[in-house]
């Protein structure tokens, strides 16, 4: 897989990447926690190699050399990301943490499962912008975004006309969790303290203590 | 093909195994030890944990493009140390009469063991004699007075960690010290002593301490299903079949899918393997005085049934008509839910061994209810590390809980205070799954398709499997004990507790991965296909030891079984050949 190509299809360059030393610092954006040191980069893996088979080595490139999404779907799942999961105090965004090219990536791995469903919802998003608004949801304003927005992020609300937009919705924010938690920023911010050699021995004291289980 | 011929090696070996996982291994190292000359054949590749390019322990699930989600290759996910899975290309199986079965096949040294749950429990006496106890299916010909030196020996040479509690049908073992449960296993044992619900330390074979100068001690990454790298926990590749490879008395031949178990027309006796090089596609053969099947319950029988000659027209060693049938998997059904009183914990690494640190073994007596036969219930919970799936299906739990400020909270959302509903919820699931005994029933059974046949020419296998009301009735128990369990503990059960229409939740059969049964041991030569000893009442130099042999199930996991009954007939196998007798 040549990454350029990857950063080219995508077309991140136009949106997030302005003033940014591209491609390195694109590959950071896109693989924050994998960012290649310049001698791994010669070699030319996205990823490291752990313990694939040559089946998975070759599955893997073949979708790594594939582009499903267009430049416009693109922009529109990373503007969408960012609104499920933002910057805020504790940690960077969903599309600083990689999770628009996790989700190109998972529409080609699962193309039954995903490619449709997000295909379909990123253009009845682009559809309702254009009732609303005349313009795509890339173009509209943010306040004109999250009016869209709220009326398909919580299901219980049941707005007519919204069943198939919540649906969606449901499908990205949970993409959007898969993505950003499982990121480098992601397991920061979650706290997650393993995946390292330990010795265990029962919870903390004073977590048993405030359990009641001291 | 003109230059088409069939391969055969010169040498003859002692004995042929086919198959590397827990029975196969345990037959390569008791025999090899003794000083047989073995072939051993696996369909599958090599595979050592400990070596990097195998190695996908200690990894990020960053490194995974899908973050660890299951692919064809990897279904449970991409850092699984399995490979093959339910579905491989080129080798199909089929099913009947509206069965819905699966079947997993881990092509690779040491078969499904890379993988498994380590859940290690011995069988206790009553799962020999089920039959003796409610009138339904077989009694073994064997005791657990017989296999119990044989788990001893497991026991000290592989390592199981657990404590002895004195229980009448989970026997007391040799036993490392386990690890200490994790917070949300203190408060299920707190609660279940309410309930009655035995809770105990869980059996895993995983090493809290070293055992020997060639396996390290487990150091607490809860990765076992990836294999580990400093062979802390079981599998055969690792603690059997490397031992065996020290020996210099083992051929390994990777790649090797066995055809056809050959046999001499005058004596009736097996003379050795027909297999196909997948990588060649070649057919070869080896030679061997002894054979030996461990390919898995239902892939043995297939070799049996696939070995049909004038002598043997039904199949080898199937005068009794048993091969195949009797097929059964264990139980399995499972609910997932959310305790508040975990929201917002500290942050501590408890990742602990593979797996649980406590189970709940069979608790109640089935006089009294309205199935007849038992399970065991595993849990999971805790700070895990994130994977796919991470936070999937949040709009469906975050509305039913109120929010850090008391006030009730929408379901779903964005931004923010969806960002930090995540951070709340992690470490807040707990999950519970019921391991059953099914009742093994011959009309549950594989059997040759009459039409297809894999990508190497051998035909496979179709299967027929329909769950009864002995295993219906034992789910309903176990999900209302995952309700009466949480409801206890102040958890909130997620989704909906499955209905009658839904058999009540249960796995489909296969699912569990723990087939049984399909090549039965019995005393009369009518009505099973093994004796005692798992040596062919037909064909004497033909034995079983993965787990076709079993005639019940038992609400345990089955690889402990089948290494101590290996271990039981490759020591047998030895007394014959040295009085002569084979």
């Known amino acids: 897989m040549k990454r350029r190509n990857l950063l080219k299809g995508i077309g991140l360059g136009s949106l997030s990447l302005v003033g940014l030393n591209v491609p390195a610092k694109a590959a950071e954006l896109l693989y924050p926690a994998i960012t290649p040191t310049p001698e791994v980069e010669k070699k030319d893996p996205v990823f490291e190699q752990f313990g694939r088979t040559e089946h998975e080595k070759a599955r893997d490139a073949k979708i790594f050399a594939e582009q499903f999404f267009t430049k416009h779907e693109m922009q529109t799942i990373t503007v969408l990301v960012d609104i499920i999961i933002p910057k805020d105090t504790h940690s960077g965004s969903a599309s600083e943490a990689g999770v628009p090219a996790f989700i190109e990536f998972m529409a080609k791995d699962r193309p039954e499962e995903f490619q449709t469903p997000l295909r379909g919802g990123l253009s009845w998003l682009d559809n309702q912008a254009k009732r609303r608004f005349e313009k795509t949801f890339i173009e509209i304003s943010d306040a004109q975004r999250i009016e869209i927005v709220e009326d398909i992020a919580y299901p219980n609300r049941k707005k007519p006309g919204m069943s198939q937009g919540v649906v969606f919705f449901n499908l990205m924010r949970n993409l959007t969790a898969s993505g950003f938690w499982t990121s480098k920023i992601g397991i920061q911010d979650l706290g997650y303290q393993g995946n390292v050699p330990n010795q265990w021995d029962g919870p903390p004291a004073d977590v048993l203590k405030q359990y009641g289980l001291g | ?582």
């Open chain 2, 1 to 582: 093909m003109s230059d088409f011929q069939i391969k055969t090696t010169p040498t003859v070996y002692d004995v042929i195994i086919v198959g590397s996982g827990a029975g196969g291994g345990m037959a390569a190292y008791e025999l090899t030890k003794a000083g047989a000359k073995v072939c051993l054949l696996e369909a599958g590749q090599n595979f050592d944990p400990a070596d990097p390019k195998y190695i996908t322990q200690m990894k990020w699930p960053y490194q995974s493009p899908r973050r660890g989600a299951s692919t064809r290759y990897r279904p449970f996910g991409d850092f699984d140390a399995a490979y093959g899975g339910w579905d491989i290309e080129g080798e199909p199986y089929t099913t009947k009469d509206d069965t819905k079965f699966r079947w997993f096949r881990s092509r690779m040294l040491g078969g499904r063991t890379n993988h498994w749950g380590r859940i290690s429990l011995r069988f206790g006496p009553q799962d020999f004699k089920r039959k003796s106890i409610d009138g339904l299916g077989e009694d073994w010909p064997i005791s657990y007075q017989d296999v119990a030196p044989f788990y001893d020996e497991v026991d000290r040479l592989i390592g199981v960690f657990g404590t002895n509690e004195n229980l009448p049908n989970d026997p007391d073992s040799i036993f490392l010290p386990p690890p200490k449960p994790r917070l949300h296993e203190m408060m299920l044992q707190k609660n279940n002593k309410k309930l009655g619900i035995t809770t105990i330390p869980s059996r895993l074979s995983i090493l809290t301490k070293a055992i020997n100068n060639d396996r390290g001690a487990c150091f607490y990454c809860s990765q076992c299903g990836r294999a580990c790298m400093a062979y802390a926990d079981f599998s055969s590749s690792s603690c059997l079949c490397k031992p065996a490879m020290k020996t210099n008395n083992v051929d390994v031949v990777y790649f090797a899918m066995a055809r056809e178990v050959l046999t001499d027309a005058k004596t009736g006796l097996a003379t050795g393997i027909s297999y196909v090089d997948t990588l060649t596609m070649e057919e070869k053969t080896v030679k061997g005085k002894i054979v030996v099947l461990a390919a898995s319950a239902c892939e043995s029988a297939r070799l049996l049934l696939n070995s049909k000659s004038a002598r043997f027209p039904e199949g080898l060693a199937n005068s009794s008509g048993v091969v195949g049938k009797y097929l059964h998997d264990s139980t399995g059904a499972s609910r997932g839910g959310i305790v508040p009183m975990l929201f917002d914990r500290k942050r501590y690494n408890e990742d602990g061994t593979g797996g649980m640190h406590v189970y709940s073994p069979w608790w109640l007596d089935n006089k009294k209810l309205d199935f007849p036969r038992g399970y065991h219930i595993e849990y999971w919970g805790g700070m895990d590390m994130p994977a796919y799936g991470f936070g999937w299906g949040i709009e469906e739990e975050n509305g039913l809980f109120p929010g850090r400020d008391g006030q009730p909270k929408e379901a779903g959302g964005y931004g923010a205070g969806l960002k930090d509903d995540y951070r709340r919820f992690y470490g807040a699931y707990i999950g519970m799954a019921g391991r059953g005994e099914a009742v093994a029933r011959e009309d549950n059974y594989c059997e040759i398709d009459p039409e297809k046949v894999d990508k190497f020419g051998i035909p496979v296998l179709r299967f027929h499997y329909k769950w009864s009301d002995y295993e219906r009735l034992q789910a309903k128990h176990m999900h209302d004990t995952f309700e009466q369990i949480m409801h206890e503990m102040g958890a909130v059960p997620l989704g909906k507790k499955p209905t009658a229409e839904q058999d009540y939740g249960l796995n489909l059969p296969g699912e569990i991965i723990h087939e049984v049964g399909t090549i039965r041991m019995g005393d009369d030569p009518k009505r099973s296909a093994l004796n005692k000893w798992q040596q062919a009442h037909d064909v004497k130099n033909l034995f079983v030891v993965d787990a076709a042999p079993f005639v019940s199930q038992g609400d345990k996991n089955c690889t402990w079984t089948i290494l101590a009954l290996s271990m039981r007939a490759s020591r047998h196998i030895v007394e014959e050949r040295k009085a002569g007798k084979l």
